[in-house]
T-cell receptor
Framework: DAMVIQNPRYQVTQFGKPVTLSCSQT?????MYWYQQKSSQAPKLLFH???????NEADTPDNFQSRRPNTSFCFLDIRSPGLGDAAMYLC???????????FGPGTRLLVL | SQQGEEDPQALSIQEGENATMNCSYK?????LQWYRQNSGRGLVHLIL?????REKHSGRLRVTLDTSKKSSSLLITASRAADTASYFC????????????FGTGTRLTIIP
């Protein structure tokens, strides 16, 4: 089945230790999104790719970076995680920007 | 903030009753979407309604859109225990910026 896969499902890291979250898709969608979602809050868009074009949200901290080496994969790098970065990180794809998004199950990040 | 507001924040009803959730937004839109999120999981797309549509149905779901009031409602009829989840509206503005802005969400609990 076509899907969006996120690994790992749970990630524990130490304060200040770089961490990478991964997302892959078998939908062959042009657009990929990364969201941060804290408890009982709405998903907050960090950035998105339209093909290889990277679009950063104005309020996304510099601590967050992303790579999209090919259509199928996208990575979220957190260079120096702080306690406030503990959250669920959601990856989503879309065949047409602004239309239906397909979400992965998310990676829950815990920062110790 | 462009974020939409959802009302109520939380709703508890008996199984079999109908559930209605409302969403208000701030900017002119191309489309409005509703998503469901089960606890600790990714979001699942439910329905998309375009700015030139007023009502849309999908199974037990009915969505209305009033662009003059910048509001939408989601009706779930004959609720089931499995409908227990958080429901988010999301809008694509007509600025053509390729992204969705999510509302604050309604936490729906169906009591068996």
């Amino acid at each position: 089945d076509a899907m969006v896969i996120q690994n790992p499902r749970y990630q524990v890291t130490q304060f200040g230790k770089p961490v990478t979250l991964s997302c892959s898709q078998t939908l062959n969608h042009n657009v990929m999104y990364w969201y941060q979602q804290k408890s009982s809050q709405a998903p907050k868009l960090l950035f998105h790719y339209y093909d290889k074009d990277f679009n950063n949200e104005a309020d996304t901290p510099d601590n967050f970076q992303s790579r999209r080496p090919n259509t199928s994969f996208c990575f979220l790098d957190i260079r120096s995680p702080g306690l406030g970065d503990a959250a669920m990180y959601l990856c989503a794809t879309s065949s047409v920007a602004g239309e239906t998004q397909y979400f992965g199950p998310g990676t829950r990040l815990l920062v110790l | 903030s462009q974020q939409g507001e959802e009302d109520p924040q939380a709703l508890s009803i008996q199984e079999g009753e109908n559930a209605t959730m409302n969403c208000s937004y701030k900017t002119s839109i191309n489309n409005l979407q509703w998503y469901r999120q089960n606890s600790g999981r990714g979001l699942v797309h439910l329905i998309l309604i375009r700015s030139n549509e007023r009502e849309k149905h999908s199974g037990r779901l009915r969505v209305t859109l009033d662009t003059s009031k910048k509001s939408s409602s989601l009706l779930i009829t004959a609720s089931r225990a499995a409908d227990t989840a958080s429901y988010f509206c999301a809008t694509e503005s007509n600025f053509g910026n390729e992204k969705l802005t999510f509302g604050t969400g309604t936490r729906l609990t169906i009591i068996p």
